[in-house]
Each structure stands twice: as structure tokens, then as C-alpha cells.
């Protein structure tokens, strides 16, 4: 693990989705190798609320707070820690400053990286999740990922994992060229046509898409903004995203 990259955390985003057809997927996942920024030597612990977000499990929210998974559960009196509910209320004692927690899967499958805003001032994965299934997504959440941006209950440069990734299922991000068969959606929430990603979001997205592209051997032309992607007919990541910052900080 790379202990100088820095924070993490996701959601999902919703509109300027291009609307796709998912084909079945293996249901033969491989083990992941999971990554994740080095936790402060001194923390501040304190018990809180967390909101189980799509397919966050007993165990990744165990590591997202530094909290075992049995103290979650005598603090809930949970019956049955294998079924969460997506939107159920969990106490977290004690629970460290969140980190993200992004499985990387062995796959041949992606060759592409598309970065996506929402269009949206607020959100979060939950309601990203819940905005596509009722678009008719029937798995929901079109990305891969969700960065979020301090609301919705969120902090700000949270990287959400999407189901679609732990079930390494294509996406729903974008038609144009094929792309939801062979690039990972990665969603900043925000409307970067009006406002600007926070130093916390560039932080983060620089911190997966350097690890997706590294792992994944991802040559860096292709990686590009929904709107670059050939045929793709918009403005989405907006047109105040930090294109010269992107670029500069990836290594
Ligand atoms: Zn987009």
C-alpha cells in the first residue's frame, strides 16, 4: 500500500446517466486485493451513526471505521450481521475517522476510466442508487464509483463503492462506444458546470484513479471525461472540471 496517498470515500450520481443495457455478468468473482490509506497514528474515536449505503457489508464498514465487526454488532444487537439493509441506521462505537476501503479484483475486463459528474449539488451512493432504479437501472446505481462531496451525511472526498463493482458487473454510465462494457464509471458529485470539485474530491479521485490505472495497466489515454469519450454527445464532468490539475497529478 502506498502510505503517502491519502483519504477515501464514495457515493453515486445520477443524472446526464446514459441509460444501458447490462449483460450477465460471471457470477465467478475473484478475491479482491483491497487498498486503502495508512490510518493517523493519533485518532480521534467517537461513537456515530452510520447509514448502510449500497452493498456496504458488516465487514467493509467494519474496516471503513477501524471497528470489529463484533462490536458493531453487541452495539446494534444485530440478529443477523449477514443481511444488512441498504439505509439501515447502525451505531459505530468508537469509531475511527472513516477511510474508504477499494477492492481490486483481478479482471482482464477494464481497459477504460471515465470520469462523471452528477449534475447535482448534493448526493450520496444511497440516493444515486435509488434515483437509477426507479430510471429503471435494475441494479441500480450506474457507476463503479461514488466521490462525494460533504453531503447527504457523507465527507467530503468519501469514496463509495458502487455493487456494480464488488459484483464486477458492467456499468450504466455510458453507451457512447461501448463504454459501460469496458470502462469503470467514476462519479464526483457536484455540477462542475457551476461550481468546483473541492480539494478533498481532487484528492481523492486522483488517489483511485491512479490506483485503478496502475493495477489494471490502464494506459492514460484512456482515461478521459464522459464528454471525451467518442460519440458521447455532453458536458459532463462539467466544464469547470481541473483538467490541468488532473493531468499534472496523476503519475
Ligand atoms: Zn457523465
Known amino acids: 500500500m502506498n502510505t503517502k496517498l491519502s483519504l477515501i470515500i464514495l457515493v453515486v450520481t445520477a443524472l446526464s446517466l446514459n441509460s444501458c ?31 448502510v449505503g449500497p452493498g456496504e457489508t458488516l465487514w467493509r464498514i467494519s474496516k471503513m471505521y477501524d471497528v470489529r465487526m463484533e462490536d458493531i454488532i453487541r452495539a446494534n444487537s444485530l440478529r443477523n450481521a449477514e443481511k444488512l439493509e441498504m439505509g439501515q441506521r447502525l451505531l459505530v462505537p468508537q469509531a475511527a475517522p472513516i ?13 477504460y476510466i471515465v470520469i462523471h459528474h452528477s449534475a447535482t449539488d448534493i448526493g450520496n451512493a444511497l440516493q444515486f442508487f435509488k434515483a437509477h432504479k426507479k430510471r429503471g437501472f435494475w441494479r441500480g446505481l450506474g457507476y463503479h464509483f461514488v466521490i462525494d462531496n460533504g453531503t447527504y451525511g457523507k465527507a467530503d472526498g468519501q469514496i463509495e463503492i458502487s455493487p456494480r463493482w464488488i459484483k464486477q458487473q458492467d456499468g450504466a454510465h455510458c453507451k457512447a462506444s461501448r463504454m459501460n462494457y469496458k470502462g469503470i464509471g467514476i462519479c464526483l458529485v457536484g455540477n462542475f458546470s457551476e461550481e468546483r470539485v473541492s480539494k478533498q474530491q481532487m484528492d ?30 455532453t458536458e459532463c464532468p462539467g466544464k469547470y472540471f481541473p483538467w490541468e490539475e488532473f493531468w499534472l497529478r496523476l503519475r
Do not use: F
Not at 207 to 231: A, C, E, F, Q
Open 99 to 111: 477511510k474508504s476501503v477499494v477492492p481490486l479484483y483481478p479482471s482482464k475486463k477494464w481497459k
Open 21 to 51: 443495457a447490462s449483460t450477465p455478468v460471471s457470477p465467478m468473482v475473484p478475491a479482491p486485493t483491497t487498498i486503502s490509506p495508512q490510518m493517523p497514528v493519533s485518532i480521534l474515536r467517537e461513537n456515530i451513526s452510520h447509514v
Open 204 to 233: 481523492s479521485l486522483i488517489y483511485l484513479v491512479d490506483s485503478l490505472k496502475k493495477y489494471y495497466k490502464i494506459p492514460t489515454r484512456n482515461i478521459m471525461g464522459h464528454g471525451r469519450v467518442p460519440r458521447a454527445r
